[in-house]
């Protein structure tokens, strides 16, 4: 991976990447993404492209908005992002509940004013900075979510 952090063209940088081992299988459209992302996420970039999909709220299109929005954040809402960051731990399941406990918990501690009053927009706040996975209950006739997996950190900051 420094072997494409060093690199003096995307082409090497690829060209690099794909003559060493790495730990998650890069090929086609993931190589492209690879060089879009790398300066995002540094050495972290092929576990993220590895976690990424083609469709869905983990989205190539879905999630380097997300990014985005990360990235130019105020610092008002960097902090409130960072604060979210420390009380989530990555590939830990979280049901609804305790996603709006913890959403709660923090807005309050930084002053904000408590959140709109339903499940999604709590779900919101954990799927815009996380790569996430949903948690489906499929015993009541229909896919109803009842809870996320935290993937990755989405914001550039988080990984410097």
């Not at 959140?115 to 996430?132: P, R």
Request: charged residues 25%; neutral net charge; hydrophobic residues 35%.
């Amino acid at each position: 991976m420094d072997n494409f952090l060093n690199a003096n063209s995307s082409e090497e940088a690829i060209k690099n990447v794909n003559s060493q081992k790495v730990n998650y299988p890069i090929s086609g459209v993931k190589v492209e993404k690879l060089g879009m992302f790398m300066p995002y996420f540094g050495e972290n970039t092929q576990e993220f492209i590895f976690k990424c999909s083609g469709r869905g709220d983990n989205s190539w299109k879905k999630v380097a908005s997300r990014i985005h929005l990360l990235d130019i954040a105020d610092a008002e809402q960097t902090s409130y992002n960072n604060r979210l960051y420390d009380e989530f731990e990555l590939n830990r399941d979280y049901d609804t509940p305790t996603i709006i406990k913890i959403v709660s918990t923090v807005r309050r501690d930084l002053g904000l004013p408590i959140g709109e009053q339903t499940s999604k927009w709590y779900a919101d706040q954990i799927c815009n900075l996380f790569l996430t996975e949903k948690m489906l209950d499929t015993n009541v006739g229909y896919s109803k979510i009842i809870g996320y997996v935290l993937l990755f950190k989405l914001s550039p900051k988080a990984h410097s």
